[in-house]
């Protein structure tokens, strides 16, 4: 992709004398500003400019927020976004302004972000726009009142610091009113030029600009719903005023007072503190997904073990979570506490450590923001734990996307192709929106390394581990938007992808015709299981122990064949039949060697030789067809009853449903499978937890698999040709009584609906051909547009 032809005149500007790495710090925020006058004559209806900075911003107009980015790329896309600022703008002084977040190049903060070893900040006016484009009249300043907290401050009890942006804010560095028109800036310096390019050699600057591609996330006011408890001398009722009214509460001098407050439901949002005088406190907030065991840090220098329960659990339970922190300054004005990066929480604990003066507390909120997605697909169902098993997933998935698909708000923030691989799939089924899918798909195809893998978690401020499982993931999320979407120029752009991540695990095919280990620094991964565990040791916990003892695991090559099988379907849509008659024989000769080196006594086994065994063997057995039929259906019979077993955790539950549901006992299995599910509901989550055997995120996109067995399981929705040439409607009736749906389909919106007596009748919002599956058979309908038809079994 080009750049627009304007980028060659933007010009990026920078604080003079600015050092990147001092003191090993993750980052540091600076202040850029442009006074500029307009005539009466000069407010134009439009008044657009585009925007970027390496590494974040956030862009004010005359001291009103008009943009935050830039949506998180990579340097040879690199995004800006371009906003109408008119509305913004007065006759006489304007300002414009911006905070700029620089994350160090060579340290590892936030891992999501990506920096180039050039910090920069740009502002591109288009037509009479133009004279406020950044150059040298800009001024600028660091912005010293502001702190991320180092490593070595972070509560690694909490697991690795991923995030790095925890702040701690101090009150009399601030500088006030730094949006005003009549600010004095002779403190302030001219900003400086930031570019790599010298005469006569062809040296590019490291950011290659295109259009942000998707949305902007709304920023939307929200407020706390409760208290759950607090000391000092407010009570639950005052504090709760304070949260829903904004009454005021006022923390007398030499005090302290904590409290813990409600937002309903986890989500995402940036918080904002309002509050005056004070001089000298300490304020602190925590941010946590819900209460859990105390771990007995006060009491001994061996912290117990993270364990959760009942998320609500304010009498026995603490809340543990990232902080940030604001030293009150000697300023009489109202001062607003408001982390620059978006908060993830449930719970938020506020304290107030007063000084030699009292503080007056004047509002606590927060703005919500996700991913804007439109949803399409309703359901109506008369089962409430079938409805909470929807409304939770959705809340899930929101949670986890906003620029990217995020494999955990919470920690992390990282898009992995394993996990973005389903929460993409679990959104075909909601909307008609793909625009983050298709970034997706491009910024994986955009990190493809020299021996062919894709990372396995891009956009990525730092090298990793890489983990060659997940480049087969990726094959599948091409397939899944070719089943939805039926895109071929989209799937022709990746097929050279996709052959290379195939030939990549061709050469690591042994001497028996199975996969082998892989290099050394990668990491190999299946799933998190208990049985796996390795203490001390992450990069053995994942994997059947047969891979370190006999150099294979089975399931390797099992998901191996199976991607093969996906990547064939995506050469037939390019009409490339060689490669895929290929490909099916590539499937063909790992199975046959899967069945004779690692199959005995009628069950896949970990490795050749040896006799463990797990679900995630047998679950890509069958999806792989080394075993089908009959002998397919006994094996998931059997897979499922032997409670020894090592589990699928939640995400590879997924595919331990597809395998059920092809060897035809989906139905019969389906409510022992929603357990795990079930227990969350139980324990009082708003989101879908990571797994069972390790208590730490709570909200994991890739759980959310309720959203796809709701709409393709029970529903029975599902498409049966790239771009939904064919619409195939299987509903499993016995799930539900009484069950209605409005399903999104690429061919227009399908709704299916029965009652206790086993009618189904469908109502389609175009004219379409449907192939209804029930009981075994099949039944064509031409579907006319709202015109409602009935099928009986």
Not at 753 to 760: F, P
């Amino acid at each position: 992709m080009s750049s627009p032809a304007w980028t060659a005149a933007a010009k990026w500007i920078w604080v003079p004398e600015f050092h990147d790495e001092v003191e090993k710090t993750p980052g540091k925020y600076c202040l850029f500003r442009k006074q500029f006058t307009l005539a009466a004559e000069q407010l134009f209806p439009n008044f657009v400019v585009h925007v970027s900075a390496d590494s974040r911003y956030r862009l004010f107009v005359n001291g009103k927020s008009v943009a935050f980015g830039p949506c998180k790329s990579y340097p040879e896309r690199w995004f800006y976004e371009t906003v109408d600022i008119s509305q913004h703008l007065v006759q006489g002084a304007n300002v414009i302004s911006a905070r700029v977040l620089r994350y160090a190049y060579a340290f590892p903060g936030s891992s999501s972000i990506i920096r180039t070893g050039l910090p920069g900040f740009m502002l591109f006016g288009i037509d009479q726009a133009s004279i406020i484009s950044t150059d040298e009249t800009w001024k600028c300043k660091e912005d010293t009142s502001t702190v991320l907290v180092p490593y070595s401050e972070w509560n690694y009890l909490l697991g690795p610091p991923f995030m790095a942006n925890s702040e701690r804010i101090y009150g009399d560095f601030i500088d006030q009113n730094w949006h005003a028109s009549d600010l004095d800036e002779s403190l302030w310096k001219p900003a400086v030029s930031q570019s790599l390019e010298v005469k006569m050699l062809p040296v590019l600057n490291p950011w290659k600009l295109a259009p942000r591609p998707i949305p902007a996330l709304p920023e939307t006011p929200k407020h706390f719903s409760a208290a759950t408890k607090c000391t000092g001398s407010a009570d639950l009722h005052t504090w709760k005023d304070f949260l829903l009214e904004d009454t005021a509460i006022t923390v007398a001098a030499n005090a302290t007072s904590v409290v813990d407050v409600d937002a309903s439901t986890l989500t995402t949002g940036f918080l904002s503190l309002r509050f005056r005088g004070g001089r000298g406190a300490k304020l602190r907030i925590l941010c946590s997904e819900g209460y859990e065991k105390d771990l007995g840090v006060e009491k001994s220098p061996f912290p117990l073990p993270r364990g959760k329960s009942d998320r609500c659990d304010h009498i026995s339970g603490r809340l543990y979570g990232t902080e940030d922190y604001f030293v009150v300054g000697s300023s009489s004005r109202i001062n607003t506490f408001e982390p620059f990066w978006f908060r993830t929480f449930r719970y938020v604990q506020l304290q107030i450590t007063s000084g030699e003066e009292e503080l007056t507390l004047l509002g606590f909120d927060y703005r919500e923001t996700h991913y804007p997605l439109e949803i399409s697909t309703r359901i109506d169902v008369s089962n409430p734990e079938m409805e909470s098993l929807w409304n939770i997933s959705l809340n899930t998935l929101k949670n986890c996307m906003h620029e990217t698909y995020e494999d955990c708000p919470f920690y992390e923030q990282n898009q992995f192709a394993s996990d973005a691989r389903l929460q993409m799939l679990f959104t075909y089924t909601l909307s008609s929106d793909d625009r983050l899918a298709r970034k997706t798909l491009e910024e994986f195809h955009a990190s493809r390394c020299a021996d062919g893998l894709i990372v396995a978690q891009f956009p990525a401020g730092f090298k990793s581990f890489q983990i060659p499982q997940f480049s087969l993931y990726y094959i599948l999320m091409v397939h899944d938007h070719m089943q939805y979407f039926g895109d071929k120029s989209l799937v022709k752009k990746y097929i050279g992808t996709i052959d290379g991540i195939l030939n990549y695990f061709d050469s690591r095919l042994n001497g028996i015709g199975l996969v082998g280990q892989f290099d050394h620094e990668n990491w190999a991964f299946v799933d998190w299981v208990d049985a796996w565990t390795t203490p001390r040791q992450i990069k053995k916990s994942c994997m059947p122990p047969a891979y370190w003892t006999v150099g294979i695991a089975t399931v390797n090559s099992l998901l191996y064949a199976t991607a093969l099988l996906h990547a064939a379907d995506i050469a037939d849509f390019l009409g490339r039949c060689n490669t895929a008659i290929e490909y099916r024989q590539r499937a063909k000769d790992i199975n046959d060697s899967a069945n004779r080196n690692s199959f005995e006594d009628g069950i896949y086994t970990d490795g050749p030789g040896v006799r463990s065994t797990c679900q995630h063997t047998q679950v890509f057995a069958v999806l792989s067809g080394a075993i089908s039929g009959v002998a397919a259906t006994q094996l998931m019979e059997r897979t499922l009853r032997d409670k020894d077993l090592p589990q699928c955790s939640y995400a590879l539950k997924f595919y331990l449903f597809r395998a059920l549901e092809k060897a035809g006992i989906y139905t019969s299995s389906f409510d022992a499978m929603m357990e795990p599910w079930r227990k969350m509901i139980g324990e009082n989550l708003t989101t879908w937890a990571e797994n069972d055997s390790n208590p730490r995120s709570d909200c994991h996109g890739w759980s959310a698999s309720p959203i796809y067995e709701i709409v393709s399981g029970i529903f029975g929705l599902k498409p049966g040709a790239p771009g939904f040439q064919k619409v195939i409607i299987e509903p499993r009736m016995d799930l539900l009584d009484v069950a209605k749906a409005r399903l999104y389909t690429r061919r227009g919106v399908v709704t299916v609906e029965w009652n206790t007596r086993k009618v189904l009748a469908l109502l389609a919002s175009s004219n379409m051909s449907v192939d209804i599956r029930i009981n075994g058979s099949t039944v064509t309908r031409q579907l006319l547009a709202d015109i409602r038809q009935e099928c009986t079994p």
